[in-house]
């Protein structure tokens, strides 16, 4: 069994839930005002430590308030902090959420997270088998240079392209898993791309974008699922009706829960329909880390399914 190991932001997430988002320039009454912890890093990690992987985050924190609660939540998750450092003159990332509708926004607010260096993501040891994971929320050449290290110890490296921005082939090129929804792969392509856009197309975009042949991109879908390109060909995971609450943090669980299932050793393609499953318990909670289910949520949710239910249609 390998490892899980992420390179990545972590947050405190202040939420505000209203009836409806505001136009620009308009202000609303909201309902509530929450605090979760989160952050892309720390999502991912949860989700896969809640999965039974033994899961290693590398991050910084401030030293303010937000670092300490931030600390000793992922702590109780069971996620190895030994890599995460608490950084004088910074603010712990901070990102304000809106929530309504079961729909977001999100206006992130990097602070120690945008310190996060070279020399942070080389202090770990990874070997074959484990698994590397990052986002967009720490800075590129840092994300480059965990990469090749991983690659250099024979692990699985995985990208999570977002906040979505542009990127250079170089670091494409390190990626061995892709995993974006259509707006990231839209952005990344050059192409205008659409909630409704049929999943050849969707496809179509993603082998424009593929590095190498045997590169895999899964592009996320929220309610309808995922659709992935392995091994040239597309594999669909329908999702599942559920009653979204709040979709904050699903791509990281998702993420985080492939991670996991590809250290243990399981097919990407089971791990990404296991992942679509625990997506979907995710979005029915409030806040990000603090829904990551566990895995006898998950395991509960697939003993209740049909065989071969929200696969390939």
Same mark, same amino acid.
């Given at each position: ?225 995922? =659709? ?13 009706? /559920? #009653? !979204? +609450?709040? &979709? *904050? ?33 995710? =979005? ?13 949520? /998950? #395991? !509960? +949710?697939? &003993? *209740? ?9």
């Amino acid at each position: 069994m390998g490892r899980v190991f992420v390179a990545g932001s972590i947050n405190m997430d202040v939420v505000a839930t209203a009836e409806r988002h505001p136009k620009v320039g308009e202000t609303v009454a909201g309902e509530a005002v929450l605090y979760f912890p989160g952050g892309k890093g720390a999502n991912q990690a949860v989700a896969s430590a809640k999965q039974g992987m033994p899961t290693t985050l590398i991050g910084r924190l401030g030293t303010d308030a937000f670092g300490r609660e931030l600390r000793t939540f992922l702590a109780a998750q069971g996620v190895d902090l030994t890599f995460v450092r608490d950084t004088d003159g910074a603010h712990s990332g901070t990102a304000i959420i809106t929530v309504a509708n079961a729909d977001n926004t999100i206006v992130v607010v990097p602070g120690a997270n945008g310190l996060v260096d070279p020399d942070d993501v080389a202090a770990p040891v990874l070997a074959k088998g484990d698994i590397a994971v990052s986002q967009f929320e720490i800075p590129l050449p840092t994300i480059a240079a965990f990469f090749k290290r991983a690659r250099a110890a024979g692990a699985t490296t995985i990208l999570n392209p977002a906040p979505a921005k542009r990127i250079d082939a170089a670091l494409l090129d390190l990626v061995d898993v892709l995993i974006l929804n259509e707006t990231e792969l839209g952005l990344l392509t050059g192409r205008e791309l659409r909630d409704g856009d049929t999943y050849e197309t969707l496809m179509d975009a993603a082998r424009s974008l593929q590095a190498r042949a045997h590169q895999i991109i899964c592009v996320t879908l929220g309610k309808r699922g995922i =659709v992935a390109l392995l091994n040239g060909n597309m594999h669909v995971d329908q999702g599942r009706a /559920v #009653k !979204a +609450v709040d &979709s *904050t943090g699903a791509g990281d669980c998702f993420v985080g829960a492939v991670a996991a299932l590809l250290a243990d050793g399981q097919p990407v393609q089971a791990a990404m329909s296991y992942a679509n499953i625990a997506a979907s318990i995710c =979005v029915q909670r409030m806040g990000a880390a603090p829904s990551m289910p566990t895995v006898e949520e /998950v #395991k !509960a +949710v697939l &003993s *209740t399914r049909r065989p071969g239910e929200g696969r390939d249609p």
